[in-house]
């Protein structure tokens, strides 16, 4: 699915995704991720799969990275500084992945699955092309299916990207649910 197209892998981690989508012939990809030592683990894997296409690692706070991509301005926290951060171009994607943490905080705002789930959400779908792909996640066993997939879907409409296609995929069987509502959840949205 990545083949001749631009990668943006967001909360990257070990950057599986991103070395996934060069092995699958992407044109590009970019792996963002807070953490340096995840990135440099993600560095190691590249080393060790010369014949890919070079990645890009990018660390960075999520929300300052993302909301230059989308052509959003950048606000702190209310009474703290912003740190400093890697000065991005406003371009968007044609396969982006959002697979945040269920909860962090920094100087720029906070990563919230529960409650908050759009400040996350409505950046990474301006971040993604017209005729994109847009895989988003939420692995809090609280929040169910049904309620999430409204509320991503209500999003992007009120964004004016409606979604031409929403496919749900369920976890793979490794990740068992006892009572058929798995915590992880991963929709994949066409525009």
């Known amino acids: 699915h990545s083949a001749g197209k631009s990668v943006l892998n967001l909360f990257a981690y070990t950057c599986g995704v991103g070395l996934s989508a060069a092995a699958g012939g992407a044109s590009e990809v970019i792996n963002l991720d807070f953490a340096e030592g995840n990135l440099a683990v993600g560095r190691e894997n590249a080393a060790l799969n010369p014949e890919l296409a070079p990645m890009q690692f990018i660390q960075s706070d999520y929300f300052p990275a993302i909301r230059q991509l989308a052509g959003l301005p950048i606000s702190a926290r209310r009474g703290h500084k912003l740190p400093d951060y890697p000065r991005l171009q406003q371009r968007q994607f044609d396969r982006v992945l959002l697979d945040p943490p269920a909860w ?88």
Request: with cysteine; glycine share 6%.
């Open 104 to 191: 962090a905080k920094s100087a720029f705002g906070t990563v919230d699955l529960l409650r908050d789930y759009q400040s996350l959400l409505k950046p990474a779908i301006l971040a993604t092309a017209a005729d994109g792909v847009l895989i988003c996640c939420n692995n809090l066993a609280k929040v169910a299916l049904g309620d999430w997939r409204a509320q991503v879907l209500r999003c992007a409409e009120k964004l004016g990207r409606p979604v031409r296609e929403c496919q749900v995929l369920p976890p793979a069987p490794d990740f068992p649910s006892l009572d058929g509502q798995p915590p992880l959840k991963t929709l994949i949205l066409q525009f």
